[in-house]
């Protein structure tokens, strides 16, 4: 099913070889001679948009993906650059990601490690809610449509058949991977966002925000968002009181530990707490992060302590 054989050209991008083919298109690697990067083109079979049968759903899942253009702006969602629509010629030119599909990790001597699969799949979470945010609800997750560089980074692609919240938009039933397919998606009913559950991302952006936090990986504070519980305390509320086992010290210490002075909020302040009984249960690495961040702290401590000692 080639295009037009050895193609050298796809419009204004020279082809440079074949990265492969699905059932509908096939998809090439070009040089962008404008912008001087390599991208990857996917061109429709012109005898699938000509089908008597199918032509019509497969031209709607071009022009589906075509409108995301410029839309989807994610580091975990493989961009498109440009979309073309002509008589005998539909393409799409998509960002290149030269790491190819999650399939080669599905066989059971090629699984990647367990750390390894936590972060790309949280990852993908995080790009899913994106979308989500903008309308639009992924119907087709599979390894094939996942795009990897290096160890963790991950790109999603294909957005052809996604469901999107708009009343001008006529959706396409029928479509997608029965394996990957919700229960809902299955038999064809009413889909919406319960159809995915991800992680709280405001969580997430936060704790990455604070210099704590700063040497965990995206999965070890994928990890502290789920043991942690958040709250907002109001200005003169005491967090912390005198003889309670609280902080780093309580949880250093192979002896309790208790506070010698109480602790109250200046002003209003979102609050996150990790009990210390669900940070012994943490990964290794998790811990050993945290570790690491207290003796920061007390080190700190330790030195301002030792300045006003010498009367520096």
């Not at 994610?74 to 008589?87: F, G, K």
């Not at 968002?225 to 902080?247: D, L, N, Q, V, Y």
Request: glycine residues 8%.
């Amino acid at each position: 099913m080639s295009l037009r054989g050895d193609l050298a050209q796809i419009g204004k991008y020279p082809v440079m070889r074949k990265l492969g083919e699905g059932a509908t298109s096939e998809v090439y690697l070009c040089s962008d001679p404008f912008n001087l990067r390599d991208v990857a083109i996917k061109v429709a079979f012109a005898e699938a948009l000509r089908d008597p049968t199918r032509g019509k759903i497969c031209r709607k899942l071009f022009l589906t993906e075509a409108k995301l253009a410029g839309k989807l702006q994610h580091p975990h969602i493989c961009q498109i650059y440009d979309a073309v629509a002509e008589e005998n010629l539909h393409y799409l030119v998509m960002e290149y990601v030269d790491g190819g599909t999650l399939e080669k990790y599905c066989r059971p001597e090629t699984l990647p490690p367990v750390e390894r699969t936590v972060e790309i799949i949280f990852k993908c979470t995080r790009a899913l809610e994106f979308a989500q945010k903008l309308g639009v609800t992924r119907r087709d997750i599979k390894p094939a449509n996942i795009l990897h560089a290096g160890e963790t980074d991950v790109k999603l692609t294909d957005f052809g058949a996604p469901l999107i919240a708009t009343r001008d938009t006529t959706q396409v039933a029928g479509v997608g991977s029965p394996a990957y397919m919700s229960p809902e998606q299955v038999k064809d009913l009413p889909l919406d966002g319960r159809a995915q559950e991800f992680a709280d991302s405001d969580r997430f952006e936060t704790l990455r925000r604070l210099p704590f936090f700063e040497h965990l990986s995206d999965a070890e504070l994928w990890e502290v968002g789920r043991i942690s519980t958040w709250r907002h305390a109001t200005a003169g509320e005491t967090i912390m009181k005198e003889g309670e086992p609280f902080g780093e010290m309580a949880y250093l210490s192979r002896k309790e530990h208790a506070r010698g002075a109480e602790v109250t909020v200046g002003a209003d302040a979102s609050i996150i707490s990790v009990p210390t009984q669900s940070l012994n249960q943490a990964s290794d690495g998790c811990r050993h992060k945290f570790d690491r961040a207290f003796m920061a702290i007390l080190v700190e401590r330790l030195a301002a302590a030792n300045l006003r000692l010498s009367g520096v």
